[in-house]
C-alpha cells in the first residue's frame, strides 16, 4: 500500500486517544528489526476510517494490487465494516474487559531466529498490563506455524480456527475465572 498508509497506520496507533500500543525493536545499529502494534477492541472503523483515503490513493497508483485475492477481500471487508456490517460471529470465549486486540507484528528476515518476536509479545502484555487491560485477542492466518508456535508459547490459546484463519486469546487478570 506504500510508505505513506504505512506512516499513517502506524501514526494512529501511536495517538493517545486512541489507548493503543505501537512498540518498536532496534537493534545496536539503531535500525529498526521488528515491531508490535495493539489497540482497545473496537479500534476497527475508527481506524478505517481514518486510512480510507490513504488507501484509496494508494490503490489508485497501485491497481495491481486488485489482482491479489487478499487484498479484494481485506479491501471488501472493510467497506462492509464501515458500513455497520458486522463479520459473522465466532464462537468466543467470555473474556474479562477491557480487552487489547495485537493488531500487527513482524520482524526483519535478518532478524529472525533471535527471539524478537517473543521479546516483543512480552513487550505488549507488559504494556497492555501498564494500560489496565485484563485480556487479550488476536487473529493469525492459521497457515503460519510460527506465529502459531510463538503465541502458544507466550500462553495465547485459540479459541476459534477455520482454514484461513486462527483466534487467540491471553488473560492477564491474575485472578481471572478459569476459561474453557
Known amino acids: 500500500m506504500g510508505e505513506a498508509y504505512v506512516v499513517a497506520f502506524i501514526d494512529w496507533f501511536r495517538q493517545p486517544e486512541h489507548g493503543g500500543i505501537a512498540l518498536g525493536a532496534i537493534d545496536m545499529h539503531g535500525e529498526v528489526v521488528g515491531y508490535v502494534i495493539g489497540a482497545p ?5 475508527a481506524l478505517s ?3 480510507f483515503w490513504i488507501a484509496a490513493g494508494a490503490v489508485i497508483l497501485r491497481p495491481w494490487l486488485f489482482f491479489r485475492h487478499e487484498f ?4 471488501l471487508d472493510r467497506f462492509r465494516f464501515v458500513l455497520g456490517h ?17 493488531v500487527a507484528i513482524g ?5 529472525r531466529g533471535k527471539k524478537i518476536g517473543l521479546r516483543l509479545v512480552q513487550a505488549f502484555e507488559r504494556r497492555a498490563r501498564e494500560l489496565r487491560m ?3 485477542r488476536l487473529t493469525t492466518r492459521s497457515d503460519n506455524a510460527v506465529a ?3 503465541y502458544q508459547r507466550c500462553g495465547w490459546r485459540p479459541f476459534s480456527a477455520s482454514d484461513e ?4 486469546f491471553r488473560l492477564l487478570a491474575e485472578h481471572s475465572a478459569a476459561i474453557p
Open 41 to 45: 477492541l473496537g479500534y476497527a472503523r
Open 49 to 51: 476510517r481514518h486510512l
Open 72 to 75: 479484494r477481500n481485506g479491501v
Open 86 to 102: 458486522l463479520p459473522p460471529h465466532t464462537s468466543e470465549p467470555e473474556i474479562p474487559a477491557p480487552t487489547m486486540s495485537l
Open 107 to 111: 520482524v526483519s528476515s535478518a532478524a
Open 134 to 136: 485484563q485480556s487479550l
Open 148 to 150: 502459531c508456535r510463538l
Open 165 to 168: 484463519m486462527t483466534y487467540y
